[in-house]
């Protein structure tokens, strides 16, 4: 039995999965069950930072496995406690605490929660607790129940009604949308500051300062989902601070990138003072009010410290400014009528694509077409959106790599 008659017969069809069954990798190469190399430009959708298997990351993972894999959050371990202090004092550089989850969905569960019981302290004029969450058209925030329905696309959200009340979503980057946009029960704002999902879109420095300027005269939460964006991807540590560096949020999301390639995310939350008795944000989540049988488990923090420090200590976040500003560069310089804009920041890459100049097949996108015809020719990439390409190398990939992928792609897109 072949894997993918083994899948078709076991495993729950879920995913629409390219006929590509991958069995090793090395760096920015996956190698499939015939022996094919490919170059990765997807990396797990910018999950693995360092690329596949590298080095540090393996070795943290095998000590830490012959050490301790998991034991309960009723305890303390001391890679959590590392894990928690790099992040904080090396890549968010803001007062806060952090909660270990499995994924992004939730990572962002948590901070709905968290904006929920703000709204139980700051409640409204009424003596009711705010609760209404507003996040942006286009925005993918998970799949879990709470996370989809802050997600702003309703094809995520068909056949799983009712959804959670509570959101309300506004087209992204608007700021007249924002004029009348709080309500009495708004509690605060979620957002991606580039989209992922959503087709590569980055928030401008005035609409996010124009979100910050609400939070402050309306007593709402800022929250930002850099579970794509964050960790160097978009060329600072946070991606925000790659837009607005000025704005100091409540809280933020991850996963992803974090763990270069282990099931990690996390939330944050300020230290800020949120009453006049000095209590702070961070402690509204207390004993009971959260938790994770998985979450910050020692083997995965353990693996997930050495991907942050290495991309620290190698300021892999500047590789990715410079290494995106090549790909721009180069794809701009060759006029194809295909491509209708690059979108994005650092190696959060989007291309967009002109859809009239694709013949597509039944169930077939413009974007899913050329991906797997960039397959084909030895790349894999992923899209974002039925009109954008999504390039997602490691933080690492050299010159030689952006090259080569270069080759490929210039060779496909030129085909229409």
């Not at 929660?113 to 003596?127: E, N, P």
Request: hydrophobic letters at 40%; proline letters at 5%.
């Amino acid at each position: 039995m072949t894997t993918t008659e083994r899948f078709d017969k076991h495993v729950m069809g879920t995913y629409g999965r390219f006929p590509l069954t991958l069995v090793e990798g090395q760096g920015t190469r996956v190698r499939d069950d015939a022996g094919r190399e490919y170059l990765d430009f997807c990396m797990g959708i910018a999950v693995c930072s360092l690329g596949h298997c590298h080095p540090r990351m393996v070795a943290a993972i095998r000590e830490q496995a012959g050490k301790l894999i998991h034991v309960s959050n009723l305890y303390y371990t001391d890679s959590q406690g590392l894990l928690a202090e790099e992040m904080n004092l090396h890549h968010i550089g803001l007062p806060g605490k952090i909660f270990f989850s499995n994924s992004g969905a939730e990572a962002n569960d948590g901070l709905i929660k968290s904006a929920r019981r703000y709204g139980h302290l700051k409640f409204q004029a009424d003596g009711k607790p705010r609760f209404e969450v507003i996040t942006f058209q286009q925005s993918f925030h998970g799949r879990t129940l709470g996370s989809m329905a802050a997600t702003g696309q309703a094809k995520i959200q068909q056949g799983f009604d009712p959804m959670l009340p509570g959101f309300r979503y506004l087209p992204y980057n608007d700021i007249a949308s924002l004029e009348n946009a709080v309500r009495d029960e708004t509690v605060g704002f979620l957002l991606e500051p580039v989209q992922g999902e959503g087709g590569i879109h980055v928030a401008s420095a005035e609409f996010l300062r124009a979100l910050d300027a609400l939070r402050k005269k309306h007593d709402l939460l800022l929250m930002f989902d850099e579970v794509q964006a964050g960790f160097g991807r978009c060329g600072e540590a946070m991606a925000w601070r790659a837009i607005a560096p000025e704005i100091e949020p409540d809280g933020i999301s991850w996963a992803k990138g974090m763990g270069g390639g282990v099931p990690i995310g996390s939330f944050w939350l300020s230290d800020r003072a949120v009453d006049d008795k000095g209590t702070k944000l961070s402690s509204l989540m207390g004993p009971g009010s959260h938790g994770s049988t998985y979450g910050g488990n020692p083997l995965v923090c353990a693996a997930a410290l050495e991907t942050l420090k290495e991309i620290r200590e190698k300021n892999l976040a500047a590789n990715a400014i410079r290494q995106g500003a090549r790909l721009r560069a180069a794809i701009e310089s060759w006029k194809l009528p295909l491509v209708t804009e690059i979108r994005g920041l650092g190696l959060l890459f989007g291309i967009g694509l002109n859809s009239a100049r694709i013949a597509m097949g039944e169930g077939e996108t413009p974007a899913l077409k050329i991906v797997k015809s960039l397959i084909s020719k030895g790349l894999i990439t992923v899209p974002a959106g039925p009109d954008t390409i999504r390039l997602l190398p490691p933080l690492n990939v050299t010159d030689a790599e952006i090259d080569e992928a270069l080759a490929i792609l210039k060779d496909t897109l030129s085909e229409y």
